[in-house]
């Protein structure tokens, strides 16, 4: 079994396989290869290394996408299996490791469509967006095509994260679904105070300054 094809016929088998006959390893493969697609286009419209050869933008992109891919990797795995025994679970951390980069794989079937862009527009692309509403430096239909094509393989993706965690954890889907659910409370929560706090101290400073 090929987990960079069946995922999107066998999602469940493909997580099993992964499960069994995979190593932690083999996502420092799924990530790089991940990297390689979406980072490839990361720096859209941000304008970040404007004025720097197109080449270097997509390199640099593709490493800081791994890195942060990396580090998200172990980070994801913790709260899988930290939130998930809270509802009941069994799973071990060195197991969600090997389970976590697999909603990445989707992702990786994107690069044709972001490679295209690239060989089209090309530094255009990376430049700060000033027409179509300053969102983007695409035509606004391939702009919405693009992201709806994104946010299916999200979906998809998620679907695919709710099953690994079910797997691991000895649960349905549906309580993984409760897993994620409260990572992204959490994380939302957090956010959220970071933000007030932030407020705070600007709306002190404007008061204490004027």
């Avoid at 390689?36 to 996408?65: E, R, V």
Wanted: contains cysteine; hydrophobic residues 55%; glycine residues 14%.
């Amino acid at each position: 079994m090929n987990p960079l094809l069946s995922i999107w016929s066998q999602p469940t088998k493909t997580l099993q396989y992964m499960l069994e006959k995979k190593s932690a390893g083999y996502g420092f493969l799924i990530f790089l290869l991940s990297s390689i697609s979406g980072g490839s286009i990361a720096m859209a419209t941000t304008g970040i290394f404007g004025g720097m050869p197109l080449a270097f933008i997509i390199i640099l992109s593709i490493i800081m996408t791994y890195g942060f891919a990396l580090i998200g990797w172990v980070i994801n795995a913790g709260l899988y299996t930290w939130v998930g025994k809270w509802l009941g679970g069994k799973g071990k951390f060195s197991d969600m490791l090997k389970i976590t980069p697999a909603p990445a794989i989707p992702t990786i079937w994107l690069a044709p469509m972001n490679f295209l862009l690239i060989a089209v527009y090309g530094s255009r692309l990376f430049e700060v967006p000033t027409d179509n509403f300053g969102i983007t430096n695409l035509p606004l239909g391939i702009y919405f095509l693009q992201n709806l094509i994104i946010i299916g393989v999200g979906i998809f993706g998620t679907v695919i994260a709710c099953k690994g965690i079910g797997l691991v954890h000895g649960f349905s889907a549906w309580r993984g679904l409760g897993v994620v659910a409260i990572i992204f409370g959490i994380v939302f929560v957090i956010m959220l105070m970071i933000m007030l706090i932030f407020g705070a101290i600007i709306f002190s400073l404007i008061a204490t300054l004027g």
